[in-house]
């Protein structure tokens, strides 16, 4: 059995020897108690500005096990993702971040769910107490959110996961230009299995989530795998076109009675609360035409500049 190991890596020539050290020493240490025959280790360069890219090299010249991808430009962490699966040649594959914040040390237990019957096993980490206030609480809105938007996620994973032949052979029937992995794998129906850990901090360099990409992820996932937003808009505006009926009405009856007050609050609040309204529901419109009109285009997931110790046999495509 050959498992392959996906790492997208983008601006971290700090930690990409470390990671390197523990996967070499790891992977062969699984080869010595016959649980893989063989492996390959596929890095992702998402467009790194800083030694990355050179550094992966590097270790692509010095161990043909590892192989390296390069972008043309940065397309982001879940296009990274997308093409290490692609061109994964092992009968299973694990994606694994390079900040060593999720600790490959749990592969074996995967591995072993995995010739259990799970074809995909989930890493999800045990707890968020090295996590600021803040994050926590947002991270909880976040999995909350989804979950009420209809989204089916597994709550507290990111994306450490390993998949099968089956389900890395699925995963390339996908078509679609907007990719939110976290809910691509779940919707899929393969049967699965969860195995916990407890997070590490990261060895070296800094978050590359943001608060800003973090808010922009979550939006990502809502949009990607629910509708629920255009039914909300639909219900709150029906409600709104009720209670404007009734103040309408309201409005007549009190002209007639001879009791209304003439004032700005009669006319200005109406007009701020249906605008302000009319405004959010246009936006949530915008961001769904706004991905018809890049799955339309159906422009590439990502484009690679240059590949090292792949072979023709190797499997993967270029979306």
Known sequence: ???????????????????????????????????????????????????TLAALKRLAAADKRVKTISFSGNFGHQPALTAGLYHAGGDMAVSLDADLQDPPEIIEEMIKRCEGGADIVYGVRDNRQEDTFF?????????????????????????????SRAALDAFQRYGEVNRFLRGMFPSMGFKHSIVTYKREKRFAGTTKYPLRKMVSFAVEGITSFSNFPLRLAFVLGFVNFIAAVMLGLWTIVS????????????IVLPIYLFG????????????????????????????????????????????
């Not at 240490?29 to 800083?50: L, P």
């Open 276 to 319: 302000g309204i009319q405004l959010m529901f246009i936006g949530i419109l915008s961001e769904y035409v706004g991905k018809i009109y890049m799955e339309v285009k159906h422009r590439p997931v990502f484009i690679i500049r240059e590949m090292y110790n792949f072979h023709d046999k190797d499997h993967g495509s270029n979306p």
């Open 135 to 163: 994050k926590r609480i947002t991270a909880l809105a976040f999995y909350k959110i989804m979950t009420l938007m209809g989204v089916n996620l597994i709550y507290n994973h990111a994306d450490y996961r390993l998949l």
């Open 1 to 51: 059995m050959k498992l392959s190991v996906v790492i997208p890596c983008f601006n971290e020539e700090q930690v990409i020897d470390e990671v390197y050290r523990r996967l070499d020493t790891l992977l062969k240490s699984y080869m010595e108690k016959a649980i893989i025959d063989d492996y390959e280790v596929i890095c992702v360069d998402d467009g790194s500005t800083d030694g």
């Open 255 to 266: 002209k007639l009675k001879g009791i209304s007050v003439p004032g700005w609050a009669s």
